[in-house]
């Protein structure tokens, strides 16, 4: 029975299959299965019957291949059982627990697809446990910022959303609105001949103001945690730059901590740029070594030289290094620094340090700041952290301090809550203006169904779709 259909689309209730762990050399691989008679297929295929057995169950035999009606043993498994709703999805499933290695999973699965197993889609697990109740749109979010997060601190930040924080804030600002809603619509539902005197002038105002304006700022205050979450998330990048032989790749290999760019006393060793990440103070950074900045012949040195200036163009912060071992700034250092000397992106370094350990004072360049660092010996090298995070710290707001109980961990959740924010500072600017009830009620009730699609609450099977195919295979 074949198992490849392509017309499958989210939403359907067919028994899936999918790897939970990457196979390869490992010694465990997972294969996860869910849906709709999937614990009866896998005991079609299992030593051991799984039609009684009861949910939260590991079952020990082996996954066989039926032949000409003789059973051809493929791997021996460790089966848990999962009965819905008790599972991550909230329908019946099994994990599949086989050796590791390239071919046992492979086999495994090709057993199962014969058994009538459909390959997942993408994020259709964690789909599917959104529809069946078991978590909100922004856990189901934080599931891949977890898989996807690039330091601890980013995993930190995606697991208080997956434990609720994000959600239960949003249905806080949204309980508010409604309780302002509600009180409006109160005065919406007289007649006239049922107001009194003293309602006519009360009918006119927004009731509940206060809680209105309280709820606008905590909604300002998610749109603002975009800035931080994000920085933790998507990381930035920091582009190591200045003349050959200024120390460029020592300085990489030594912020990485491993020796990955070239280094010799050659100048324009580096002809084009070398990438890694590296996690600094908890921040995921795309450091980049760039080649040397000169004026050359070489035509393939040339192109890297442009590549390295369109990168400067585009980094959040730059490194440029000045060659201590020189005593002095050269002319063409200080011909590029006086027009980036404004620039707060940039951090200026007095490298090989253990060669001259007494730069230039900043009379030669007023307003530049070095930091002395020998990338050979390693010091200074704390100090040029504390000035990168300082400086990340400036281009991302993150300076302020502020904590957040609660964040948004997505863009699509930042410009919903912004959108929210819109609605109801229009609905206060009507209030302030003591404009009829009938105006400000619809723009309270846009606010409340985006923060309603902030959690799923209010959706459309189009966003769900693009919103899921964007996760892995397995969740």
Same mark, same amino acid.
């Given at each position: 029975?074949?198992?490849?259909?392509?017309?499958r689309?989210?939403?359907d209730?067919?028994?899936?299959?999918?790897?939970?762990?990457?196979?390869?050399?490992?010694?465990?691989?997972?294969?996860r299965?869910?849906?709709?008679?999937?614990?009866?297929l896998?005991?079609?295929?299992?030593s051991?019957?799984?039609?009684n057995?009861?949910?939260?169950?590991?079952?020990?035999?082996?996954?066989?291949?039926?032949?000409?009606g003789?059973?051809?043993?493929?791997?021996?498994?460790?089966?848990?059982?999962f009965?819905?709703?008790?599972?991550?999805?909230g329908?019946d499933?099994?994990d599949?627990?086989?050796h590791?290695?390239?071919?046992a999973g492979?086999a495994?699965?090709?057993?199962?697809?014969?058994?009538?197993?459909?390959e997942?889609?993408?994020g259709?697990?964690?789909?599917?446990?959104?529809?069946?109740g078991?978590?909100?749109l922004?856990k189901?979010?934080?599931?891949?910022e977890i898989?996807?997060?690039?330091?601890?601190?980013?995993?930190?930040h995606?697991?208080?959303?997956?434990?609720?924080?994000?959600?239960?804030e949003?249905?806080?600002?949204?309980?508010?609105?409604?309780?302002?809603?509600?009180?409006a619509?109160?005065y919406?539902?007289?007649?006239?001949?049922e107001v009194?005197?003293d309602d006519?002038?009360?009918?006119?105002?927004?009731?509940?103001?206060?809680?209105?304006?309280?709820?606008?700022?905590?909604?300002?205050?998610?749109?603002?945690?975009?800035?931080?979450?994000?920085?933790?998330q998507e990381?930035?990048?920091?582009?190591?730059?200045?003349?050959?032989?200024?120390?460029?790749?020592?300085?990489?290999?030594?912020?990485?901590?491993e020796?990955?760019s070239?280094v010799t006393?050659?100048?324009?060793?580096t002809?084009?740029?070398?990438?890694?990440?590296?996690?600094?103070?908890?921040?995921?950074?795309? $450091?980049?070594d760039?080649? +040397?900045?000169?004026?050359?012949?070489? #035509?393939?040195? !040339? /192109?890297? %030289? @442009?590549r390295?200036?369109?990168?400067?163009?585009?980094?959040?912060?730059? $490194?440029y290094?000045?060659d +201590?071992?020189?005593?002095?700034?050269? #002319?063409?250092? !200080? /011909?590029? %620094? @006086?027009?980036?000397?404004?620039d707060?992106?940039?951090?200026?370094?007095?490298?090989?340090?253990?060669?001259c350990?007494?730069?230039?004072?900043n009379?030669e360049?007023?307003?530049m700041?070095?930091?002395?660092?020998?990338?050979?010996?390693g010091d200074?090298?704390?100090?040029l952290?504390?000035?990168?995070t300082?400086?990340?710290?400036r281009?991302?707001?993150?300076?302020?301090g502020?904590?957040f109980?609660?964040a948004?961990?997505?863009?699509?959740?930042k410009?919903?809550?912004?959108a929210a924010?819109?609605?109801?500072?229009?609905?206060?600017?009507?209030?302030?203006?003591?404009?009829?009830?009938?105006l400000?009620?619809?723009l309270?009730?846009?606010?409340?169904?985006?923060?309603g699609?902030?959690?799923?609450?209010?959706?459309?099977?189009?966003?769900?779709?693009?919103?899921?195919?964007r996760?892995?295979?397995?969740?």
């Open positions: 029975m074949t198992s490849d259909n392509p017309k689309h989210y939403g209730e067919s028994p899936i299959l999918a790897f939970a762990t990457v196979p390869g050399n490992s010694a465990l691989t997972l294969i299965c869910s849906g709709k008679g999937s614990i009866e896998v005991s079609s295929v299992f051991a019957d799984l039609k057995a009861q949910g939260n169950t590991i079952i020990h035999g082996w996954i066989s291949n039926n032949r000409n003789k059973a051809e043993k493929i791997d021996e498994v460790l089966v848990s059982v009965r819905a709703p008790k599972s991550y999805t329908e499933g099994a599949i627990c086989c590791g290695g390239a071919s492979k495994v699965m090709d057993v199962l697809k014969n058994a009538g197993f459909y997942a889609l993408p259709e697990y964690t789909f599917r446990a959104f529809m069946n078991k978590i909100d922004t189901s979010e934080s599931v891949m898989v996807s997060a690039k330091t601890e601190t980013g995993r930190r995606a697991i208080m959303r997956l434990s609720g924080s994000l959600q239960n949003i249905n806080e600002i949204k309980n508010i609105l409604v309780q302002v809603l509600a009180g619509e109160i919406l539902d007289y007649s006239d001949d009194s005197a006519d002038e009360a009918a006119g105002k927004l009731p509940n103001i206060n809680m209105a304006v309280d709820a606008l700022k905590r909604l300002k205050k998610l749109s603002a945690s975009w800035q931080i979450e994000r920085v933790y990381g930035i990048t920091l582009v190591i730059a200045g003349r050959p032989n200024a120390g460029k790749s020592s300085l990489f290999n030594a912020l990485l901590k020796d990955r070239i006393e050659i100048p324009g060793t002809r084009d740029w070398i990438e890694a990440w590296v996690n600094i103070e908890g921040i995921p950074v795309r $450091l980049i760039t080649a +040397g900045l000169r004026d050359c012949e070489d #035509s393939v040195e !040339k /192109i890297g %030289i @442009d390295s200036l369109k990168l400067l163009d585009e980094a959040e912060l730059v $490194l290094l000045l +201590g071992a020189l005593e002095e700034i050269t #002319s063409e250092d !200080k /011909i590029f %620094i @006086d027009k980036q000397i404004t707060k992106r940039y951090i200026f370094i007095w490298n090989k340090a253990d060669r350990q007494s730069p230039p004072n009379k360049i007023p307003g700041s070095l930091i002395c660092v020998s990338a050979k010996t200074g090298i704390n100090e952290y504390t000035a990168i300082s400086a990340i710290s281009q991302t707001s993150l300076q302020s502020e904590t109980a609660a948004v961990g997505t863009e699509r959740q410009n919903l809550a912004d924010s819109r609605a109801l500072e229009e609905a206060l600017t009507l209030a302030e203006k003591e404009e009829p009830l009938d400000i009620a619809p309270l009730r846009d606010a409340i169904n985006l923060l699609e902030i959690t799923g609450e209010v959706s459309t099977a189009d966003i769900l779709e693009e919103m899921f195919s996760f892995c295979v397995g969740k």
